[in-house]
């Protein structure tokens, strides 16, 4: 099964900043949107940001503080995230759209702000 490599997450202090990193392997093509969502405990999984025609879509929560970057070349999605606050924690996890296929996710890494 193909798996989405993630990287970047971590325990931060409330305003710090973390930049979260998602590796898409080669042998994936047809790759038309990228994204990040984040599912905190007890609630459903959300979008946070994602890329989908090279115009990037945020969640209301993330507008202002959240940037999201594509490489399509070395095939990379990153998240940086600044001004994190507590309700920011949560695992994050990167999504790929794949033109006629399943989406792909990564297994999720663990953002924690916390003082």
């Known amino acids: 099964q193909v798996q989405l490599e993630e990287s970047g997450g971590g325990l931060v202090q409330p305003g710090g900043s973390l930049r979260l990193t998602c590796v898409i392997p080669r042998s994936i093509s047809n790759v038309y949107g990228m994204g990040w969502y984040r599912q905190a405990p007890g609630k459903q999984r959300e979008l946070v940001a994602n890329?989908?025609?090279?115009?990037?879509n945020y969640a209301d929560f993330a507008k202002g503080r959240f940037t999201i970057s594509r490489d399509n070349i070395k095939k990379t999605v990153s998240l940086q995230m600044s001004s994190l606050k507590p309700e920011d924690t949560a695992v994050y996890y990167c999504?790929?759209?794949?033109?006629?296929?399943?989406?792909?996710w990564g297994q999720g890494t663990q953002v924690t702000v916390s003082s």
């Open positions: 890329d989908l025609t090279g115009r990037p």
């Open positions: 999504n790929v759209n794949i033109l006629d296929a399943n989406d792909l």
